[in-house]
Every structure is written in C-alpha cells, then in structure tokens.
C-alpha cells in the first residue's frame, strides 16, 4: 500500500501519522492541551473595533480575544448582526446608506471600510475560527460560517453554487452542479468538494441532508445561549483527516487503540461504507511507529539538527520574526570539486528543507542558507528542485531564488502552530534564550528599579512579578532581601511567584492593579499618566455596549418571513412539525 494513515494512540496523546509511498510526510499530535479547534462556531461579543488595522478583537471566552480582521467579515455581516442583536443593533444613517448599497458590485477595500461601520462594541455575532491561536496571537476568526460535510460544505445565506476547481472534467462539473442545486433549500450556498467527484445522487443527499441538521441545531442552540457560548463542535483531528483524506488519497488505516478502531470504523461506516476492510487494528507488540519503520524520522522532528544520507546535516532556528535553516556540508568539505559538491549537498538539502517544513508543520517566513554557489546556472536548479518539492505540500508555499550569498526566502501557510511549539513551552528558566543571567545581576537590576521608583513617585507600595527560585532566594532568611529593601526605600514589597516569568525577567505593577509600570520607571515617565490611561479605557469599553432598552428582540414563534428573508429558527411552529424527522427541516427532497 503506497498511502497510509498511521495512529498512535495509546496513552494521553494521539499522534497521527501519514505516510506517502512508505515514508513518513505529515505527523499531527492532538492531546487535551493540543485540541484542534478550527471550524468550532461560537456566539462572541464584539470586545474593540479597530479600523486603523481594519480588524475587530473579539471576546469568545478564550485567554485570547479573537482576531477578526474585516476581510474575513463575510457579504452577510449586516444579516448576521441584526439576526442576533436586533435592526438598531445598526447606527440608522449606517442602516440608510446600506440600504442603497449592492454589495456584489464593490470592491473588497469598500466591503471592508463597511464592516468597520456596523461593527460596534458590545454587539452579539456568531463567529467561526479559521486559524488556531499561535504564540501570543489568539485565533482568527471569520463571520463567513461554513459547515463541512463529507462531499459539500455548507453556508449558511450563500445564495450560490461553486464546484471545487480541482475537478478537470467538465461533464463532471455539470453534473455535481446539477445534482446539487435541485435539492438546495432557498437561503443557503454550497461548496461542492473535489471528493464529490464520481459519487452518485444518494451519497450527495444524505451529505446534504446531515449538514443542513448540524446548521438547524447550531440555530437552535443559538435560542438560549448567552455569549461566549460553544454552539458547533467541528471533529477531532483524527476524523477530520480521515475525513478529508480518506479513500480520496490514502487506502489503509492502523490503529493500535482498540477503542478508537472501533469509533473510527463506525464514523468510516458513515462516510465511506466501501473503505470499512481497510481500517485495521495494530495488535503487535512492537510500538507501531517502529513496526512502520518510521520511528527515527518521528524523533527528527523534535530535534533542531536533522542529518542527510550524504553526511551534511540541516540546522533548525526559531526567532520571533521567522525560521533560519542553516545548511552543512559535512564530508562533502573536504572533497575536490567543490562546485560539484555544494551542488550534490544543496540539492540533497533542498528535498529535507522541504520535507521538514512540512513535517514540523513550520508556517511564517523560512530563511535557508544554503553552501554558497557560484554559478547562476546551479543556484537555479536549487531553486527548481524546492518548487518541485513543494508541489507535494498542501499548505500554500512561496519560494524567492537564491540570493547572491546563498539565501533563500520562503513563505508557508501557517494554519496552527507547528508541531514542535504545539507540545511544547518557553523554557520557564531562561525564557527561550538559553542563558540565563546570575542571581546577583538580577537582584542588582531589582534594586536599581527600586531606587528609581522610590525617587520619581510617590507611590508606596507595589506588585513584583518573578521567577518561583527568585522569590525563594529573595524571601530567604529572617532579614531576607525583600526585607532589607522595604526598610531601604520604604516602599511595601509583594513578590508574586509566576511561573512564566524566566530567570532573567521581572514585572512590576502598582500594588492590587494590573497596571504594568515596569518600563514606565526606567523612561522617567510618570506613572499617573499610565493610571488615568487605564482609567478611560475601561471607561470607554464600559460605554461602548449598547443598551438594552435600544435593541430589538423577536420572538422565538414570530413567523420566518419577518426576519429578513433568513431561514426559520429553531422553536419556530415549522420546526417544531418536523422535529421527529431525521432529515433537516430546510431538505426540500419529500424523498
């Protein structure tokens, strides 16, 4: 078997691996603090607009407002947002300008510049996450809801049919488009799949049929649920890749979870009835990454040097702004012909880059440093050979020829946070520089904040954020140092333990706030200026929400058509006929 999806799940980690003509090309890890949330839909509260950077943060209950950037706001941002807040959710000299506005016949720039005018702070919307959260960036998110099925993915007043553009034949587009839009209800769009193509009439029914159900009961639970509020669920991130790859480009799963083999053969069950033999359960006792002899390209991974058949290795660096992948020749070094050599090591390296990027699953901007070349002729073909290598990645990829020195740029798609960030955290003692200064010199910085703090304010007491060993060593004794400081600069002390905090930092508020005053007092800036700032924004998001008194609220049993044309909600006398049946109530077909 040429393609294959591997599953390690035995333990508190689930890693799934695929394999491409036996070797080892994507590794996913999904445990209980790594859960893939893309296609979840919440109800959030719009927290901040932002039209300076065109965005709006939203609050979705998350430890990260979620960003949602005005291109992602969708045609039906105004529908959406008087659905869940009511017609004067809207400004009226907004709601009068909307209405003499076509807005299939603007350009994107001008449906942005809108989104900002009926996105107010306060406002309900229903929002769905299209990227994780990565790093210190929460996730993004889109008003453009989509529900995807097997074959079709659904969206909610799309009002329109679109047939995957990877389906080449043309009788085959015309089909699916014909089949789709006789049983297509009224206020609805559909995306037809490129796993759609060849399936008969039945199998593109039922699909339709299971995901106009998950958008009735995301209305229904919308009824009583008070933002942030989880509506929809998206699958795991085990069935949502055998959900998209399977029986489409790969023909065997092993499982070796006895538990998960059966739930994974009752959902392949439903989706693809025909692919049931090929789901298998592993029942070796070797593990089954070692028994797929895929176990040391698993352990590359993890691991920031990443060696070459040839001898050369590649060298993996992360910074804030990018990736910097620094390539060695090894053996190659000492050899004649040293053209020919860097050529062979440069090549070899280019097919790993590639196929690293993808395994680490490394989004953002790639620098690589290549073995110098001299000839433009040879400085090509490397740059031919990532081309032809990223044509097997998924992710969307950008490659910028070599530079005179060796450089490579690339850009790749980042969709979630790479593997090795996804199981992993900032060192807690150094704070991922890997130095870490001495005891005295950061006590030495300490005081030096203490001194300028007591002579340009007069405050008298504050919160100091440090490293748990910090607080430890400097609470130490009957005199300890915290102590000794009090009593020097007659300043209240409260050393707060945070484990997030390196070895080499510190932060420091005013007593009982979350006012961070740190640099303030290194620049000589005054601290009262900070306070009154933190004062009128709370403020201004206080008055910001609108009140109560000026939204409209329908009730649960109004009729349909007095809703803007939008489809019936849940409670509705329509739903409640067709609760008992299986099928959604929008499925025109009496079949």
């Known amino acids: 078997m040429k393609n294959q999806i591997i599953i390690h799940a035995k333990g508190k980690q689930t890693r799934i691996a695929l394999l491409e003509d036996g070797d080892l090309a994507q590794l996913f890890i999904e445990s209980e603090e790594n859960k893939r949330t893309v296609g979840n839909i919440y109800l959030a509260e719009v927290h901040k607009v932002m039209s300076g950077i065109r965005a709006a943060f939203i609050d979705m209950g998350t430890p990260k407002d979620a960003f949602l950037h005005f291109s992602d706001a969708g045609d039906h941002l105004k529908e959406y947002v008087q659905m869940l807040n009511g017609r004067n959710a809207i400004r009226k000299n907004v709601r009068d300008e909307l209405s003499k506005i076509n807005f299939d016949k603007i350009s994107n720039y001008q449906k942005q510049t809108w989104a900002g005018r009926i996105l107010n702070p306060g406002q309900r919307l229903l929002v769905q996450i299209v990227k994780e959260p990565i790093g210190s960036k929460g996730p993004r998110v889109s008003t453009d809801i989509t529900i995807a099925g097997r074959f079709l993915v659904l969206i909610p007043m799309g009002e329109y049919i679109a047939v995957s553009r990877k389906i080449n034949n043309y009788k085959e587009r015309r089909r699916l488009k014909g089949i789709v839009g006789s049983m297509l209800p009224d206020g609805f769009g559909v995306i037809v799949r490129t796993v759609a193509t060849g399936q008969d009439e039945k199998a593109i029914e039922d699909d339709m049929r299971n995901v106009l159900k998950k958008w009735e009961q995301i209305l229904g639970r919308l009824e009583d649920a008070k933002p942030p509020a989880l509506l929809y669920q998206d699958l795991n991130m085990t069935e949502s890749l055998i959900r998209d790859l399977f029986a489409k480009q790969y023909d065997r799963v092993l499982i070796d979870d006895p538990e998960m083999y059966k739930d994974l053969k009752s959902y392949v069950s439903q989706i693809a009835p025909q692919m049931i033999p090929n789901v298998e ?221 390196s070895l080499n930092e510190y932060k420091v508020t005013l007593a009982g706030s979350d006012i961070d005053i740190t640099d303030a007092v290194m620049r000589d800036e005054p601290i009262d200026e900070l306070v009154a700032s933190s004062d009128a924004r709370l403020h201004e998001l206080d008055s910001g929400k609108p009140k109560r008194e000026n939204l409209d609220y329908y009730d649960k049993d109004e009729d349909s058509s007095k809703r803007n044309g939008l489809p019936p909600r849940p409670g509705s006398q329509k739903a409640e006929q067709t609760r008992g049946d299986s099928k959604s109530k929008y499925y025109k077909s009496d079949s």
């Open 281 to 501: 359960l592993y029942k070796g006792r070797e593990h089954i990454f070692d028994f797929m002899k895929i176990a040391k390209d698993v352990d590359s991974i993890f691991s920031p040097r990443v060696r070459m058949p040839s001898g050369g290795y590649l060298i993996f660096e992360q910074t804030e702004a990018m990736y910097v992948v620094d390539v060695n020749s090894g053996p190659y070094a000492a050899k004649e012909k040293q053209e020919d050599n860097s050529l062979k090591t440069n090549l070899e390296a280019a097919r790993e880059v590639a196929k690293q990027l993808r395994l680490r699953d490394i989004g953002g901007i790639i620098v690589v440093d290549f073995i110098d070349l001299k000839s433009g002729k040879n400085r090509k073909k490397i740059y031919d050979e990532l081309k032809k290598e990223f044509k097997k990645d998924q992710a969307k990829t950008n490659v910028i020829g070599m530079s005179d020195f060796g450089l490579v740029q690339i850009t790749r798609q980042r969709i979630r946070p790479s593997v090795v960030n996804s199981v992993s955290k900032v060192c807690p003692m150094c704070g991922g520089s890997g130095n870490v200064v001495t005891q005295n010199t950061i006590v030495a910085d300490l005081d030096a904040w203490l001194s300028k703090f007591k002579s340009n304010t007069s405050y008298k007491s504050v919160d100091i954020y440090i490293n748990p060993y910090l607080k430890a060593y400097l609470d130490k004794g009957w005199v300890s140092i915290r102590m000794k400081w009090m009593l020097k600069y007659f300043v209240k002390i409260n050393l707060i333990a945070e484990e997030s905090i």
